[in-house]
């Protein structure tokens, strides 16, 4: 069973960092691409922003216009833990971030943007609030 545990949400000030991790189990990790995704508080992940993805070997990666040159996805795939570096952080980041992964594992050279619905499987979240 595909599982997948985000961990590393918090509150910050406006300018600050945060390290998000997603820890995946039940699959090879080189064989998944992966992505963040976020959403607002109180809405489930489906239709939500997609943030950055990277392809199952690590290699290739794109981000949304939005967080380029803040945010950072990178894998491990010895451990299996995907992770988001987000840098000089602004209150439009605060959301409910979501790990995913998707059985494309060229996702990223293979696709146009980051979309939610390619990716079957979902973590539950980690909240993320950036005060001004």
């Known amino acids: 069973v595909v599982r997948l545990v985000e961990s590393g949400g918090g509150s910050v000030e406006a300018g600050g960092s945060l390290r998000l991790s997603c820890e995946g189990s039940?699959?090879?990790?080189?064989?998944?691409?992966m992505g963040w995704f976020r959403q607002e508080l109180g809405k489930e992940h489906w239709g939500s922003e997609g943030?950055?993805?990277?392809?199952?070997?690590?290699?290739?990666?794109t981000y949304a216009d939005s967080v380029k040159g803040r945010f950072t996805i990178t894998k491990d795939n010895v451990k299996n833990i995907l992770y988001l570096q987000m840098n000089n952080l602004k209150p439009d980041d605060s959301a409910m971030y979501y790990c995913?992964?998707?059985?494309?594992?060229?996702?990223?050279?293979?696709?146009?943007?980051?979309?939610?619905?390619?990716?079957?499987?979902w973590g539950q979240g980690t909240w993320v609030s950036v005060s001004a």
């Open positions: 995913a992964a998707t059985v494309y594992e060229d996702y990223v050279s293979r696709f146009r943007g980051i979309q939610s619905n390619l990716f079957g499987y």
């Open positions: 039940g699959f090879k990790s080189t064989t998944f691409a």
């Open positions: 943030v950055a993805a990277i392809d199952g070997d690590g290699t290739t990666s």
